[in-house]
Every structure is written in structure tokens, then in C-alpha cells.
């Protein structure tokens, strides 16, 4: 069973939650940058949360398929069709074999997710599907994906009745120009005035072109540091925002470093980091502090929404 890519989009690549505990080794994280948009689509065809999927970035992939399946996708809306049914977001489909998907480009937000029933079957490498780019290791040969390639499914999901399948859907993503995203101050935040804290966290910032797994990069007024923003290095998070010695913010993403040498002003909370992955160029953002236990109060309730999303 097997998934032929026509045609591979601007940015395709195999993801699952990425790599944990090889920062010490010096490889990064990786993995979605939208978590959430990733366990939407990977319930709804009866996949555990974790199983690989294909990430696309602005534009999708066109793929045929060699057997029966159910597919779902979530994220940015790339007006989908199957042959030449068009399908919606977050709503589990029968395919069958020979049956092609196409994905255009995206409406609003910047990325999709493509769920297959059994999940993308590449090996595992540190016990992760997931593609790193930079190190050129995991997902298909450490790459972004090209015409031609086959990729192979797994089987680790639970059958759906097909008289149910109407059911296995949920309320499409809406995806705004303008964000808002909690962030916890810190760990570094000592190294700013009050004045600069307030300015970040009132100003209205502008997300650029030069954003991409990586960080999300902002524009607009500089914080500043009266004795600069060098640290000696230390560790990175998905979320960590550093202040660079333009004073631009710079949010760390999937694919971040694992030590960074700016000062980190603040990191933002688990919940909104799928917001960031969404984030298209030119878009507003701003912050908004929140304590740590109100982060993991957010944190618990999602975690209890995926809980008892359609549990079998």
C-alpha cells in the first residue's frame, strides 16, 4: 500500500511530533509545526496522534493512490478535490486505489496536513519519522519531496465503519492576518527595562518574508537592552523568543537550533504555537503575557479535547 507523489509542492516533507532528548547530540527537534492541525487530521482517519504525516507549505501535493484508504486534511485550506470532488478540511474521506488528490494552493494559512489511514510508514530515526532538513536525515532520505517518489503506509489506526464516516469531522481552521499569541516572560527577560518589556508586549508586530521552520521573524520597533542581548549559549525550546542585536524579535520554530546566544525575552505557550505555524507574510502580531500555571492550564485542556476526541 503506497502513496506515488505526482506532484510535491513548493515544501513537502514527512513529519510526526519529532525528535526528543538529542538536543544534548546536537540534533534538533523538528517535526509539525502545527501540532494541533496534525492529531485533528490523524483522528479523524483512526490514526494515533503520533503516526507521520505529509506537511505541505503554501502549495500541496498532487499524489495517487494504490489502495483503499481514508485521508484527512487539516490546516491551511489548498481547495482539494479527490479526481474531481472537492473536499474540505478536518472531515475524514474514502479514497480508493488509482483515486488522485489534489492540492492547490493555500486560501489562508500556510501549511496542510495530509493524514493516511495506517499513517506514512518511512523509517525511524531517534525514534522519529520526522524529515530534518539541515542534517539531511529522516522522513524520505532526509529530503523535502519530489515527483516520483513512493511512499509506503503503516498500519498502526483502528478500522472506521464505513456507514460512520460522515460523522468523523470537525469544524474547519479559521486562520486570521491578524494574531494574538500568550507568551510566558523569560528566562532572560532580567536583561530588559520595564520599558522594553511593555513595548513588546504592546507593539503591534509585523511577521516577514524571511520566516520559515526555523523562526518566525518580526519587524517593527526595536527592543532594547541597556547592557546588549549577548548570553552565553544556552538551550532553545520551540517557542523561545530571542531579542537579536537589531532588537527584532525572532520566535524559534520546529526546526530551531538546539543553543542560541541572544537573550530570550519571553516563550510562547504550547497552545498558541500552531497560530505562529499559520503565520503567512505581512501578517499582525502581537503578545500577550500569561503566568506558567495558566499555561499549563490551557495545556491540560487540550490535551483532555484530543482525549476524548472521537476515542474508540
Not at 41 to 67: K, P, Q, Y
Not at 72 to 78: N, Q
Not at 130 to 139: E, F
Not at 181 to 196: C, I, K, L, T, Y
Request: hydrophobic share 40%; glycine share 8%.
Amino acid at each position: 500500500m503506497s502513496v506515488e507523489i505526482i506532484a510535491a509542492g513548493m515544501l513537502s516533507t514527512v513529519q510526526d511530533f519529532g525528535r526528543f532528548g538529542v538536543m544534548k547530540d546536537g540534533f534538533p527537534q523538528c517535526g509539525v509545526m502545527d501540532t494541533r492541525s496534525m492529531k485533528i487530521a490523524n483522528r479523524l482517519v483512526g490514526n494515533s496522534l503520533d503516526c507521520a504525516v505529509i506537511e505541505m507549505t503554501m502549495a500541496g501535493i498532487t499524489a495517487r493512490f494504490t489502495d483503499n484508504y481514508l485521508i484527512c486534511l487539516s490546516g491551511a485550506d489548498m481547495s482539494s478535490k479527490i479526481n474531481d470532488m472537492p473536499i474540505r478540511t478536518n472531515k475524514a474521506y474514502e479514497i480508493k486505489s488509482g483515486d488522485v488528490l489534489t492540492c492547490s494552493y493555500a486560501k489562508s494559512g500556510v501549511r496542510a496536513y495530509l493524514a493516511v489511514s495506517g499513517g506514512i510508514d518511512v523509517p525511524k530515526i531517534m525514534s522519529s519519522r520526522s524529515t530534518d532538513l539541515k542534517s539531511a536525515l529522516g522522513g524520505l532520505d532526509g529530503r523535502k519531496l519530489q515527483k516520483g517518489d513512493v511512499l509506503e503506509t503503516g498500519h498502526d489506526n483502528f478500522m472506521i465503519p464505513p456507514e460512520s464516516l460522515d460523522k468523523w469531522q470537525v469544524k474547519e481552521s479559521e486562520y486570521s492576518d491578524e494574531i494574538t499569541v500568550r507568551a510566558v516572560s523569560g528566562p532572560q527577560d532580567f536583561m530588559f527595562s520595564d520599558e522594553a518589556i511593555r513595548k513588546f508586549y504592546s507593539s503591534q508586530w509585523t511577521v516577514t518574508n524571511q520566516s520559515d521552520r526555523m523562526g518566525i521573524r518580526l519587524d517593527g520597533m526595536p527592543v532594547e537592552s541597556e547592557n546588549g542581548v549577548d548570553i552565553i549559549s544556552d538551550g532553545i525550546v520551540f517557542g523561545s523568543v530571542q531579542i537579536p542585536k537589531n532588537g527584532k524579535p525572532i520566535i524559534l520554530m520546529a526546526d530551531h537550533q538546539t543553543t542560541g546566544g541572544y537573550a530570550k525575552i519571553a516563550t510562547v505557550i504550547s497552545t498558541d504555537l500552531p497560530l505562529l505555524a499559520q503565520a503567512r507574510p505581512n501578517s499582525k502580531l502581537r503578545f500577550v503575557s500569561v503566568s506558567v500555571s495558566k499555561a499549563q492550564v490551557l495545556a491540560r485542556k487540550e490535551k483532555k479535547y484530543f482525549d476524548k476526541l472521537f476515542f474508540v
